[in-house]
């Protein structure tokens, strides 16, 4: 069993930054992809980012590339989620998830085995 806890997640301005962790309570963090979705009210839950076990491979939504970078510490069981220059439509519940498989471009909700509660970010304009 996977435990996931999200932290990070506030109201900022547009334009500012936030750094999101996902940090894992599990002895075997490493065999994990880890993967970033975002859902908004009455939206579905969307992909953001995703990185590998190992931390050499990561993709992105054409959304957030260029401004938000995905990185993660398995000495720390942590994934980070870097994001600048935030946008009002940024706004949403941002969950992290755990699969075995790394997904890449094909990364959807389905294919994950383990979630968190996830954390608000706000973004006011």
């Known amino acids: 069993q996977v435990q996931l806890v999200e932290s990070g997640g506030e109201l900022v301005q547009a334009g500012g930054s936030l750094r999101l962790s996902c940090t894992a309570s599990?002895?075997?963090?490493?065999?994990?992809?880890i993967t970033w979705f975002r859902q908004a009210p009455g939206n579905e839950r969307d992909f953001v980012a995703t990185?590998?076990?190992?931390?050499?491979?990561?993709y992105y939504s054409d959304s957030v590339k260029g401004r938000f970078t995905v990185s993660r510490d398995n000495a720390r069981d942590t994934v980070y989620l870097q994001m600048n220059s935030l946008k009002p439509e940024d706004t949403a519940n941002y969950y992290c998830?755990?699969?075995?498989?790394?997904?890449?471009?094909?990364?959807?909700?389905?294919?994950?085995?383990?979630w968190g509660k996830g954390t608000l970010v706000t973004v006011s304009s």
């Open positions: 599990v002895r075997t963090f490493i065999n994990y992809a």
């Open positions: 990185i590998d076990w190992s931390g050499s491979h990561a």
């Open positions: 998830a755990a699969s075995r498989i790394y997904y890449s471009r094909d990364s959807r909700p389905a294919g994950m085995n383990y």
